[in-house]
Nanobody, 117 residues
Framework: QVQVEESGGGLVQAGGSLRLSCAAS????????MGWYRQAPGSQREMVAT???????NYADFVKGRFTISRDSAKNTVFLQMNSLKPEDTSVYYC???????????WGQGTQVTVSS
């Protein structure tokens, strides 16, 4: 059974930094993409950043220049470096792996990021 687990969330002051990590374990093969999404209470889940198997990246406009997504393919791990954090970045951050011929989605359980003003 595939397991996806995030870590690195927490409480930080505005202007600070956090680094999220997410690792997939178990029988997961042919990973085509990895990504970070977030969901605040009462809001829909939104894309933050994605990275393809070839290394191509995509960012939401609201994090461009502040967040960086990277990966360690050998370890099935994806990272999100978050700098210049703002209170509006407060949310639960979820990790996503897409794998297999049909791009099956595997989600983590989420990690809370709270940015105080």
């Amino acid at each position: 059974q595939v397991q996806v687990e995030e870590s690195g969330g927490g409480l930080v002051q505005a202007g600070g930094s956090l680094r999220l990590s997410c690792a997939a374990s178990g029988p997961i093969f042919r990973i085509s993409a990895m990504g970070w999404y977030r969901q605040a209470p009462g809001s829909q889940r939104e894309m933050v950043a994605t990275i393809t198997g070839a290394g191509g990246t995509n960012y939401a406009d609201f994090v461009k220049g502040r967040f960086t997504i990277s990966r360690d393919s050998a370890k099935n791990t994806v990272f999100l470096q978050m700098n210049s954090l703002k209170p509006e970045d407060t949310s639960v951050y979820y990790c996503l792996f897409r794998a297999g011929g049909y791009g099956v989605a595997y989600w983590g359980q989420g990690t809370q990021v709270t940015v105080s003003s």
